[in-house]
């Protein structure tokens, strides 16, 4: 038990601090004790319940959630954006405008960023401000030709996020995924095609998304993949796909053909790239997101409160 005297003196020293502002230093010279002295009897103040800190934010939550998300997965941040009551495309563009002010609070000083594709990540783009930033290339990790939703290809991402920083990009002329892994390797080959994919293997930065070819597939919707090729990956194990390769419940590549008809980056190429961005939103990707984060492809994840919640064990 604390006696009067040392409770007087406790409540004066935290009186000073938390409702005068004092510094510590400035209390230590008013009293006639050394810096560290006031440093152990604030947090015996706390400890004695004299002094309760509460933080009056509502995004509080967010915070702690994060770093419950961070803590579980071994990630070096995560960002929980709380937009559970908006809608859909609500949602993604709130994501987008976040994900857009991490880029350019983080990695001022990045040179060659990767960018992958998908709806999210055009939200990240078409967010992201127009500035000066010459010295930077956008190199896109995944090929992107057609007609269906042009907007969200790799290419176009490159291309519009180049133009926002005033900076350059790099164009890979070829389909995401081929009808065959003859054609494949022919496109590969092919010097435009394999100067990009090497510019890709050298990125300082790679910003993806995250895909689910079960529910609501985009890249079902571009025609990408068939009723039959889902069919297929069900059973070969797929939960989910980054820069159209799909992987397992456990980060794991799937032994499938459709991996080996992919142009762009291997799952073992993103992992070696030194900070890798995952842009997320939907709990219709929860199986997907889990797989990418057991395989430790992703550093920073950038996600809505509600799927951040999902992704924490019961």
């Not at 095609?193 to 895909?211: F, M, Q, W, Y």
């Not at 030194?274 to 950038?302: C, H, Q």
């Amino acid at each position: 038990m604390l006696s009067w005297e040392e409770r007087r003196q406790l409540v004066k020293v935290a009186s000073f601090y938390y409702i005068k502002g004092f510094t510590q230093e400035q209390i230590a010279k008013k009293i006639g004790v050394s810096r560290p002295v006031i440093s152990k009897q604030l947090q015996k103040a706390k400890d004695y319940g004299i002094v309760e800190v509460f933080i009056k934010d509502e995004t509080v939550h967010t915070v702690e959630l994060e770093e419950k998300v961070e803590e579980c997965y071994g990630l070096k941040d995560v960002v929980v954006v709380p937009v559970s009551d908006q809608y859909l495309e609500m949602r993604k563009k709130v994501i987008g405008q976040v994900a857009a002010n991490y880029i350019i609070k983080n990695f001022r000083n990045v040179r060659r960023i990767g960018i992958g594709w998908g709806s999210t990540l055009a939200e990240l783009v078409r967010e992201y401000p127009y500035e000066r930033r010459e010295d930077v290339k956008i190199i896109p990790l995944v090929g992107g030709m057609g007609s269906q939703q042009v907007d969200i290809h790799a290419n176009q991402l490159a291309y519009e996020l180049a133009k926002k920083m005033n900076g350059s990009c790099s164009y890979l002329y070829a389909p995401a995924i081929l009808d065959s892994e003859g054609l494949r390797n022919r496109l590969v080959n092919m010097i435009d095609v394999k100067s990009v994919l090497e510019e890709a293997r050298k990125v300082d930065l790679a910003l993806v998304g995250i895909g689910n070819p079960y529910k609501e597939s985009t890249l079902e919707k571009i025609g990408y993949i068939k009723e039959e090729d889902i069919e297929d990956l069900r059973k070969s194990g797929a939960v989910g796909d980054i820069s159209s390769r799909f992987l397992d419940s456990n980060g794991r590549p799937i032994n499938h053909p459709i991996n080996d008809k992919v142009i762009g980056t291997t799952l073992d190429e993103i992992k070696e790239v030194p900070v890798v961005v995952g842009v997320v939103e939907g709990t219709n990707k929860l199986e997907s997101i889990r797989g990418a984060l057991r395989g430790n492809y992703l550093d920073v994840l950038i996600i809505d409160e509600v799927s951040a919640s999902a992704l924490l064990p019961d």
